[in-house]
């Protein structure tokens, strides 16, 4: 399984954003909001060029949502082939990947914990057992917590304590268990803090 295994504060403070969503991430970011390093504290984040601008939103999405580059790039470029404004589409395609969906339902706490339950093998979509985290959900799916998984004191530990709204493009189940793509994502749906528009214009160079 490909994913980032290096020093996630740093990157995080980088790019001044959590992007890994973790709580040591966010108590970081509140005692120390500049770049890492001697001379962060002097570094003013939004000084460089246009590219770097770019790289950085690119980089933000890609750690928010788990992908190394080629994944990502490969990712962009079917965004690319869609209809409709590029950007969009590679935040639509991010946010249908199952272990988003995982953590939209609020069984994970953060995005990499709900891909570790993907790959797992506690998450069922419609009825059967998927552990490829970029698997991607449609419109009409039913993804479902295995028997073992419902179980599970962390998973319910986050929902009664994370208690996150699930997104309107989701149906969630009474009980929780439960989550049904009512549609497609839309970009009002997407709240990652990413700027799409320079993710394009960087790869359009």
Same mark, same amino acid.
């Given at each position: 399984?490909?994913?980032?295994?290096?020093?996630?504060?740093?990157?995080?403070?980088? #790019?001044?954003? !959590?992007?890994?969503?973790?709580?040591?991430?966010?108590?970081?970011?509140?005692?120390?909001?500049?770049?890492?390093?001697?001379?962060?504290?002097?570094?003013?984040?939004?000084?460089?060029?246009?590219?770097? &601008?770019?790289?950085?939103?690119?980089?933000?999405?890609?750690?928010?949502?788990?992908?190394?580059?080629?994944?990502?790039?490969?990712?962009?470029?079917?965004?690319?082939?869609?209809?409709?404004?590029?950007?969009? !589409?590679?935040?639509?395609? #991010?946010?249908?990947?199952?272990?988003?969906?995982?953590?939209?339902?609020?069984?994970?706490?953060?995005?990499?914990?709900?891909?570790?339950?993907?790959?797992?093998?506690?998450?069922?979509?419609?009825?059967?057992?998927?552990?490829?985290?970029?698997?991607?959900?449609?419109?009409?799916?039913?993804?479902?917590?295995?028997?073992?998984? &419902?179980?599970?004191?962390?998973?319910?530990?986050?929902?009664?304590?994370?208690?996150?709204?699930?997104?309107?493009?989701?149906?969630?189940?009474?009980?929780?268990?439960?989550?049904?793509?009512?549609? #497609?994502?839309?970009?009002?749906?997407?709240?990652?803090?990413?700027?799409?528009? #320079?993710?394009?214009?960087?790869?359009?160079?």
């Amino acid at each position: 399984m490909a994913r980032y295994t290096g020093p996630k504060v740093r990157m995080s403070r980088r #790019l001044g954003v !959590n992007v890994f969503e973790n709580e040591k991430g966010r108590r970081a970011m509140e005692r120390r909001p500049f770049p890492p390093g001697t001379h962060g504290r002097n570094r003013r984040r939004n000084a460089g060029s246009e590219y770097l &601008a770019q790289l950085q939103e690119k980089q933000k999405a890609k750690y928010i949502y788990g992908l190394l580059e080629k994944q990502f790039k490969k990712t962009y470029d079917e965004a690319n082939r869609m209809s409709g404004p590029t950007g969009e !589409n590679l935040l639509i395609l #991010l946010e249908c990947r199952l272990d988003n969906v995982t953590f939209r339902a609020g069984w994970g706490s953060t995005r990499p914990q709900a891909r570790q339950f993907v790959n797992h093998g506690l998450i069922h979509v419609n009825g059967r057992r998927v552990d490829i985290p970029s698997f991607r959900v449609r419109k009409g799916d039913v993804v479902s917590l295995s028997p073992k998984a &419902a179980q599970m004191i962390v998973i319910q530990h986050n929902l009664d304590t994370v208690d996150r709204s699930v997104v309107g493009w989701l149906d969630r189940s009474d009980d929780k268990h439960q989550v049904t793509v009512r549609d #497609l994502p839309q970009r009002e749906h997407v709240d990652a803090p990413v700027r799409e528009s #320079l993710i394009v214009e960087l790869y359009s160079k």
